[in-house]
């Protein structure tokens, strides 16, 4: 059964790319695998880790916006390893390049809307929404 979460088009979208930031960080050169490869990784991996997190906090309007925002600023930063990468040629497959800041670049696109959205639509979940709770004194 599939997860609230893994319904949305941002996590989608962060997971594969993380996915794929690690299969490439494993073929740079070792020099660079060690230093650069594993700031590439925990940045890319901490875009879905960050909307996972939030996601499972979204009662609480400002939580779940700071996890996003976190997300936000992994996305940045995966961007510019990945330039670093390509600029000092540990990274020299062009195509791959292009298409990774392609995706990137979507996918800050995608979570800033969703950033602005949740800022000025933010509804509880049902659950929380329908639920009433009666203490017994």
């Known amino acids: 059964m599939e997860k609230g979460y893994e319904k949305l088009d941002i996590y989608k979208l962060s997971e594969e790319l ?33 909307i996972v997190e939030g996601y499972c906090l979204r009662r609480h309007k400002n939580e779940y916006l700071q996890y996003l925002h976190r997300a936000f600023g992994s996305c940045e930063e995966t961007s510019l390893h990945l330039r670093i990468l390509f600029e000092t040629k540990s990274l020299a497959d062009q195509k791959a390049y292009d298409d990774l800041v392609e995706r990137y670049d979507h996918l800050s ?19 929380v929404k329908d639920q009433t709770i009666e203490y017994e004194t």
């Open 18 to 50: 993380a996915i794929e930031i690690h299969k490439i960080s494993l073929s740079l050169p070792k020099f660079k695998m060690y230093e650069e490869g594993s700031q590439i990784r925990r940045s890319a991996k901490s875009i879905p880790s960050n």
């Open 109 to 127: 696109k995608m979570l800033f809307r969703f950033i602005e959205a949740v800022s000025s639509d933010h509804m509880p979940p049902a659950y």
